[in-house]
């Protein structure tokens, strides 16, 4: 599929936009239900500024003007119905006047939705750093941010704060004109993404000092993500990590995507969605468009690898498996990696051996491996 111009996605709902307006919004944006295969047209005029279901938050232009004032509506996926937002009082200049007062004066602009809460961005145009506030849904109560680095923000909470789990913790990052801010954190049962310096991506678990970097998300960098699987782009391929487990994935990039005719990006995908089913991926060149089947119909272990002895020879056991294919063998003894490796090995000499498994089929590889054995 070609000219799609953005994408977003979450739980069983993806959005896709056709079209551009005023030659920077995306518009003519359609909601697909993949669990039950609805199509539903959004307004063609209005571009998409957050989905959280059950509620899609959409600007809509007040005039034929489309880089002119807009107002803030609320779509429900639930029943179809729209509602404009009134916005609650305190909130600066909302959906941003045009033309404005002058550039450093602030104005308001909603950006994100849950089930409860709409957030509010309110910047100014020339060296203004942004603040954030929080509207209810219900009520019209307004909050300030409560972020700090043991707790972050949900949406979908009536409460809208919420502490993290014992070890996790927001990070401090500098501000693009000045001052400190907090990164965003994402939970997913006992391990949460949090954002750091520069656009890096770092994977944190309760209960321990885990803070492991997984990718960076600066200069067309991706990552996609739910609370199975966590996807990230590295050069020709999808690399990704299985949740709870951590057990790490590749899916190879199909040629359309990877090498898109004339096209001279460095990293050609220029957005990458995660939904309940399926993985959508797209190309920033010419509006390519990539579905394939969720990362749960890779390759899973369900009982890892396990090494045995007999004497000198050492056996790889490759545990159990769903989805697998075709496997291939890696060996490791005293830490070195042994080359054309088979499933049974030859040592001499060691104190340790650990042996790994990748295991394939059409989708991409997944690879696991054994506890070390001590050799004496």
Same mark, same amino acid.
């Given at each position: 599929?070609? &000219?799609?111009?953005?994408?977003?996605?979450?739980? *069983?709902?993806?959005?896709?936009?056709?079209?551009?307006?005023? @030659?920077?919004?995306?518009?003519? #944006?359609?909601?697909?239900? !993949?669990? /039950?295969?609805?199509?539903?047209?959004?307004?063609?005029?209005?571009?998409?500024?957050?989905?959280?279901?059950?509620?899609?938050?959409?600007?809509?232009?007040?005039?034929?003007?489309?880089?002119?004032?807009? *107002?803030? !509506? /609320?779509?429900? =996926?639930? *029943? @179809?119905?729209?509602?404009?937002?009134? %916005?609650?009082?305190?909130?600066?200049?909302?959906?941003?006047?045009? %033309?404005?007062?002058? !550039?450093?004066?602030?104005?308001?602009?909603?950006?994100?939705?849950?089930? $409860? #809460?709409?957030? #509010?961005?309110?910047?100014?145009?020339?060296?203004?750093?942004?603040?954030?506030?929080?509207?209810?849904?219900?009520?019209?109560?307004?909050? $300030?941010?409560?972020?700090?680095?043991?707790?972050?923000?949900?949406?979908?909470?009536?409460? /809208?704060?919420?502490?993290?789990?014992?070890?996790?913790? /927001?990070?401090r990052n500098p501000m693009p004109y000045g001052g400190m801010?907090?990164?965003?954190?994402?939970?997913?049962?006992?391990?949460?993404?949090?954002?750091?310096? *520069?656009?890096?991506?770092?994977? !944190? +678990?309760?209960?321990? +000092?885990? +803070?492991?970097?997984?990718?960076?998300?600066?200069?067309?960098?991706?990552?996609?993500?739910?609370?199975?699987?966590?996807?990230?782009?590295?050069?020709?391929?999808?690399? &990704?990590?299985?949740? %709870?487990?951590?057990?790490?994935?590749?899916?190879?990039?199909?040629?359309?995507?990877?090498?898109?005719?004339?096209?001279?990006?460095?990293?050609?995908?220029?957005?990458?969605?995660?939904?309940?089913?399926? =993985?959508?991926?797209?190309?920033?060149?010419?509006?390519?468009? #990539?579905?394939?089947?969720?990362?749960?119909?890779?390759?899973?272990?369900?009982?890892?690898?396990?090494?045995?002895?007999?004497?000198?020879?050492?056996?790889?056991?490759?545990?159990?498996?769903?989805?697998?294919?075709?496997?291939?063998?890696?060996?490791?003894?005293? &830490?070195?990696?042994?080359?054309?490796?088979?499933?049974?090995?030859?040592?001499?000499?060691?104190?340790?051996?650990?042996?790994?498994?990748?295991?394939?089929?059409?989708?991409?590889?997944?690879?696991?491996?054994?506890a070390p054995l001590s050799v004496r």
């Open positions: 599929m070609t &000219g799609v111009t953005a994408i977003q996605a979450s739980g *069983d709902y993806l959005l896709l936009a056709t079209t551009v307006s005023g @030659g920077f919004r995306s518009t003519g #944006w359609i909601a697909i239900n !993949e669990r /039950l295969g609805t199509r539903t047209a959004l307004d063609p005029q209005c571009h998409v500024e957050g989905l959280g279901p059950p509620w899609v938050l959409l600007g809509c232009p007040t005039t034929s003007n489309p880089y002119g004032p807009f *107002d803030a !509506e /609320l779509y429900s =996926l639930t *029943d @179809g119905t729209s509602q404009t937002v009134t %916005p609650s009082p305190g909130i600066q200049d909302p959906n941003c006047s045009s %033309p404005p007062p002058d !550039e450093m004066t602030p104005c308001a602009t909603p950006d994100a939705v849950g089930a $409860d #809460w709409i957030s #509010w961005s309110t910047s100014c145009s020339v060296h203004c750093g942004a603040t954030f506030s929080f509207q209810n849904i219900q009520t019209g109560e307004l909050r $300030d941010d409560p972020t700090n680095a043991t707790t972050f923000v949900d949406l979908d909470s009536p409460a /809208l704060a919420r502490r993290t789990c014992p070890g996790v913790r /927001l990070i801010g907090w990164g965003s954190l994402t939970p997913y049962g006992q391990y949460a993404l949090v954002t750091g310096a *520069d656009n890096n991506v770092f994977l !944190e +678990r309760c209960g321990a +000092r885990m +803070r492991e970097r997984i990718a960076n998300t600066g200069y067309g960098g991706v990552l996609a993500s739910n609370a199975k699987a966590i996807v990230w782009q590295t050069a020709s391929d999808l690399t &990704g990590l299985f949740l %709870p487990s951590l057990q790490k994935f590749t899916m190879p990039l199909p040629p359309a995507i990877l090498n898109p005719t004339g096209s001279g990006e460095d990293l050609p995908v220029h957005a990458l969605v995660l939904t309940s089913s399926a =993985l959508y991926v797209a190309d920033g060149y010419y509006g390519s468009f #990539w579905r394939t089947a969720s990362p749960a119909a890779l390759p899973r272990d369900t009982s890892r690898p396990s090494v045995t002895r007999l004497g000198k020879t050492l056996t790889c056991r490759r545990g159990r498996w769903r989805n697998a294919e075709r496997f291939s063998y890696t060996w490791r003894v005293n &830490g070195v990696a042994h080359r054309g490796a088979k499933p049974t090995l030859r040592i001499g000499a060691a104190r340790s051996a650990r042996c790994g498994i990748t295991a394939s089929n059409a989708l991409g590889t997944t690879a696991a491996s054994s």
